[in-house]
């Protein structure tokens, strides 16, 4: 099992320096090679327009291409950073274009600002009692706020906006095993509730995002007003930045103690697979989609669930509001109806409610959802769903 430890780290001036240069020498390493690909494909389209070879013999780039013309050709910057770091940004272009042919939009280029992490895999860094020695770095100091579990696979340097953190991503070797199915609840997302309970529980939505609203726009307000290239548009931009990053950091608490809540309570969990890339096209509605961040929560649900041994399912979402959940027929309604009155059986109940139990009704063990880019989501591994079955 793969699980990631976060903690935060406190560079000196000098320290960060070094750390901005690394993370510059990174962004131009990965646009260098986005291009390189770029210019190849273009290459190729010339040729088959000139007829010059056959379509099955094209010239493509790939990682071990691009490893090897860096290491023939290091540049000054890049000999001061890590050699393993500087691998891992050709595979990381590697990975985009991955995504790219399954569907997840080509990779762009990093401008300034864009690109803020790199990552150790597997070497170059160690940790020395409250300190982190990093290669060709130093040693920085690390908040160890709990201890970490596993073994460390690779180590992410990131910055967020003003401050720096490492992010551990450990194999955590347990057994996990799966516990008796006693209780199950359906669970129906949505914007007036955060989530609804098919036994009836319903979570309002803390909308930390409105909240938040008339600050954040009094400070952008004071940032289109400066100056570009100046030094007070760059400490402004950096206060509008840590306003969403509480913003972010709020969702991310609650949502963290939601799914504990969660999975503490019931054994078998099951949500509706929402193509929630898509909802959000509708300009009537993303701005609350956004806020309510439905897609942390289920995740998190799952990465719980997973640890301890738990079930969390996702469904085919078709009709859970329009079907009654008593009598099985249709009752169409539009999205301003929140209240579910079936003709045929008399049942009258709030329209999530009515959502949840038929989402509780669709439950099958071992349904695997899929995401936008075609992906399986986190879900309990299916090793455990074979022992459960």
């Not at 596993?150 to 906006?161: P, Y």
Request: hydrophobic share 30%; charged share 25%; with cysteine.
């Amino acid at each position: 099992m793969i699980k990631s430890f976060q903690y935060r780290i406190y560079p000196t001036k000098k320290q960060e320096v070094i750390l901005n240069k690394t993370l510059t020498t990174c962004r131009n390493l990965y646009n260098q090679c986005l291009s390189d690909r770029k210019n190849q494909s273009e290459l190729n389209k010339l040729k088959f327009k000139l007829d010059i070879f056959p379509w099955g013999k094209q010239e493509w780039l790939n990682k071990y291409d691009q490893i090897n013309n860096m290491t023939n050709t290091k540049t000054i910057f890049q000999k001061e950073v890590y050699s393993q770091v500087l691998q891992n940004v050709i595979l990381r272009v590697d990975k985009s274009y991955k995504r790219f042919f399954k569907g997840c939009g080509y990779p762009r280029f990093k401008g300034k600002n864009r690109y803020n992490s790199f990552t150790y895999p597997g070497s170059g860094f160690k940790i020395i009692d409250n300190m982190l020695s990093l290669s060709k770095i130093g040693n920085i100091k690390i908040i160890l706020h709990r201890n970490i579990e596993g073994t460390i696979k690779t180590c992410t340097i990131k910055k967020d906006i003003d401050q720096w953190c490492a992010s551990f991503s450990c194999d955590i070797n347990i057994h996990v095993s799966i516990v008796e199915i006693k209780n199950k609840v359906g669970i129906d997302v949505g914007l007036t509730s955060l989530i609804i309970l098919s036994n009836g529980i319903q979570i309002e939505p803390p909308h930390y995002l409105r909240l938040s609203e008339n600050k954040l726009i009094n400070q952008q307000k004071k940032l289109s007003n400066k100056k570009k290239g100046s030094n007070n548009r760059n400490k402004q931009r950096i206060k509008v930045a840590t306003i969403h990053r509480t913003i972010r950091n709020q969702r991310k608490d609650f949502n963290h103690k939601l799914s504990r809540t969660l999975v503490n309570t019931y054994d078998h969990i099951i949500f509706e697979d929402l193509q929630i890339q898509n909802m959000m096209q509708n300009h009537h509605l993303a701005k609350s989609i956004s806020d309510a961040s439905w897609s942390h929560l289920i995740n998190y649900t799952i990465s719980k669930a997973e640890y301890a041994g738990k079930i969390v399912e996702l469904v085919n979402p078709k009709n859970t509001s329009q079907n009654c959940s008593s009598c099985g027929n249709s009752v169409p309604k539009d999205l301003s109806v929140r209240i579910h009155s079936c003709p045929s059986c008399g049942l009258v109940l709030d329209r999530d409610h009515n959502a949840a139990i038929n989402i509780l009704n669709k439950c099958t063990i071992g349904t695997i959802g899929i995401n936008a880019c075609g992906e399986q989501p986190n879900m309990v591994s299916m090793k455990q769903e074979a022992s459960l079955l």
